[in-house]
């Protein structure tokens, strides 16, 4: 399984952004796909989790209501859209991936990594 994070920048407060996480592998069938985030000086927190069948969704409380996760399983790609960003989502976005959905917010539950995408937000 391989993963590739993209899409991250330099927006304003307010404004939106998407990232991609384009995966590539045999299957996924029975794998949820995640996002979490790491700041400066700070541990990686969960963010956002899918199931690939769609089934099971769910966000942490700091981004409920404005982030919004999908998958697009004709193209492979987990997408995390960015609403009404703040200064404090600024972070390393990371996307992750998993088989089964125990411990679904724990970071050290995923084996299987991209590469991070910077996303700052200005005030």
């Known amino acids: 399984v391989q993963l590739q994070a993209s899409g991250g920048g330099l927006v304003q407060a307010g404004d939106s952004l998407r990232l991609s996480c384009a995966a590539s592998g045999p299957t996924f069938t029975g794998f949820i796909m995640a996002w979490f985030r790491q700041a400066p000086g700070k541990e990686r927190e969960f963010v956002a989790v899918?199931?690939?069948?769609?089934?099971?969704?769910y966000y942490a409380a700091s981004v409920k209501g404005r982030f919004a996760i999908s998958i697009d399983d004709t193209q492979n790609t987990v997408y995390l859209q960015m609403n009404s960003l703040e200064p404090e989502d600024t972070a390393v976005y990371y996307c992750?991936?998993?088989?089964?959905?125990?411990?679904?917010?724990?970071?050290?539950?995923?084996?299987?990594w991209g590469q991070g995408t910077q996303v700052t937000v200005s005030s």
């Open positions: 899918r199931s690939w069948n769609g089934r099971s969704t």
């Open positions: 992750a991936a998993q088989e089964g959905l125990s411990y679904y917010a724990q970071s050290l539950k995923y084996p299987y």
